[in-house]
């Protein structure tokens, strides 16, 4: 392109927060990229520039300066500035007519890669406002924000020498106070050694399968069952085992006869995601009794414990193990609030050393600060208090949920477990498509979750015995809310009931 059709090309938007030589740059650094602006092309002096575009000297020299620091320039400024002729050739493009009618060809990938985005396809997170009946969403109007603020602020008055590199299995203090809380509510056997703090479960679930299975091997999963346990799965690139749930759980006489030589198993035996039963100690046994036979490791993944509303509190399944084949896991997202991207895993002694290094790896700590907010907000009572008050609070949430239930949907849901969680699984009376429902429901101003959500497509077929329906989050409703979102969702049905 020639120098002063360059010149002519150039815009720079006033109105927008990127500063005036930002722009500048990255026009010329763009024209350079794409071969308008050849190596070896003269850049013509300031002034033009400041004529041209009606800008301060200052803003060209300043444009310049960083494209020479990069290398896109050579030259001094005052005696002429080229175009580096070292910089790689531009590839060559298609011109702009037919990049309008072709599609932008996908990235080559890796296998590995292909699996991860096959996975994260359906965002799980949801950017507008929380409403009837978002699920695993605690409730925040409960949640103590003076007390963390001041926790926050005081810890960055008194911050010690603790903002350099950490350990990466997380801050000392927060780790020993796990451990007793473990102890003492979940009956997890460990002491603060053990334990190792992650961004959230989640990165607990990657980190496991990642360094405990190699390509092809296989891990049994629940289904329906936890996305985040799939795609950790599927990154691993191992064979993911898709297991049927019943009243009791994983169905392990299933998994031993389809899948004998897996070499990992993840449950959720506290509060199955998303159908609410909790594991029977009689399963429990067995599974352990697989993992020992088979050297397997199993995944206990404790999400959401905390919230029991009724029926005997159940230990972990931890605490059964003697063969030191479970790796707990929990997490913040549920007793405090999801984006805090605080959790755990309790390891057993021979993982903590290549778990801890393979954490080292991936983002070398969890940022310390919040680790130590947490810390104080445990040491000093708030968090069991938390978690108390919430139990009661969700129950009766969960009650007023119930009630709706039953005084308005009892003709087109029902439900069953109602010990313990977040959430609430209903099923239809009578057959129907619950993307019809879901797509009315948001109509209607109603967040609705499809049970199939939880279960993938390659399990679909052999899933026989899944029934359709919802998972209806309710913890962070008031009262009020959920009974006036119970009737909508009334209306919704009624509006859909051939
Ligand atoms: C089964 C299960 N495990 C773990 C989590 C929490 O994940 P994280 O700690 O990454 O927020 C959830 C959240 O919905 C869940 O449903």
């Not at 699996?115 to 605690?138: G, H, Y």
């Not at 990657?206 to 999963?221: K, Q, R």
């Not at 993944?301 to 929990?330: F, I, K, M, T």
Request: aromatic share 8%; hydrophobic share 40%.
């Amino acid at each position: 392109m020639h120098i002063s059709l360059f010149l002519a090309s150039l815009q720079l938007d006033r109105d927008d927060r990127t500063p005036l030589f930002r722009q500048l740059y990255a026009s010329i650094k763009q024209a350079i990229l794409s071969g308008a602006l050849p190596a070896g092309r003269q850049l013509p002096p300031s002034r033009e520039f400041c004529l041209r575009l009606a800008i301060s000297r200052q803003t060209v020299l300043n444009a310049y300066e960083l494209l020479l620091a990069e290398g896109y320039l050579s030259g001094t400024v005052g005696k002429g500035t080229y175009v580096n002729v070292d910089l790689p050739k531009p590839p060559s493009r298609p011109s702009t007519l037919s990049m309008r009618h072709t599609k932008p060809m996908a990235p080559a990938l890796s296998r590995r890669g292909n699996l991860l985005v096959e996975f994260a396809r359906s965002p799980p997170w949801a950017q507008d406002k929380t409403r009837a009946f978002r699920v695993s969403m605690p409730g925040l109007d409960a949640f103590p924000f003076d007390v963390w603020s001041r926790l926050v602020a005081r810890r960055w008055r008194r911050h010690e020498d603790r903002l350099g590199y950490g350990d990466p299995a997380g801050y000392g203090r927060l780790r020993e106070l796990l451990a007793v809380y473990l102890r003492s509510s979940r009956g997890v056997i460990c002491n603060p050694a053990q334990i190792i703090i992650t961004s959230g479960s989640q990165q607990a679930l990657y980190l496991l399968s990642t360094v405990l299975l190699d390509p092809g091997d296989s891990a049994w999963v629940e289904s329906p069952g936890y996305r985040g346990t799939f795609a950790s799965l599927h990154a691993a690139q191992a064979k993911v085992c898709y297991v049927p749930v019943d009243q009791n759980g994983l169905d392990v006489a299933y998994a031993k006869r389809h899948y004998p030589n897996a070499k990992l198993a993840a449950v959720t035996p506290s509060h199955h995601l998303p159908l609410g039963m909790t594991m029977s100690l009689q399963r429990r046994l067995d599974l352990l009794a697989w993992a020992k036979a088979h050297s397997a490791w199993v995944i206990e993944d404790d999400y959401d414990s905390e919230y029991r509303y009724s029926g005997a509190p159940l230990a972990s399944l931890q605490s059964l193990d003697q063969n030191d084949c479970v790796a707990y896991v929990g997490t913040m997202s549920k007793v405090l609030f999801p984006g805090l991207r605080l959790g755990y895993m309790v390891l057993p002694q021979a993982l903590v050393a290549p778990i801890t290094q393979a954490k080292a790896i991936v983002d070398r700590q969890t940022a310390i600060m919040p680790q130590m907010v947490l810390a104080d907000f445990i040491a000093e009572g708030h968090f069991g208090r938390h978690i108390k008050r919430t139990r009661k609070l969700y129950g009766e949430r969960q009650a007023a949920l119930l009630h709706a239930i039953d005084a308005h949907l009892s003709a087109f849901l029902s439900y069953e477990n109602t010990e313990g969680g977040l959430d609430l699984a209903v099923h239809f009376t009578k057959p129907r498509s619950e993307q019809e429902i879901v797509k009315a429901g948001l109509a209607a101003g109603l967040e609705l979750r499809p049970l199939s959500y939880y279960l993938p497509t390659e399990a679909k077929e052999k899933s026989t015995h899944f029934l359709p329906g919802l998972l209806l989050g309710f913890s962070s409703l008031s009262e009020q809310e959920i009974h006036e979102s119970s009737l909508k969702l009334r209306d919704v049905f009624r509006s859909k009931r051939s």
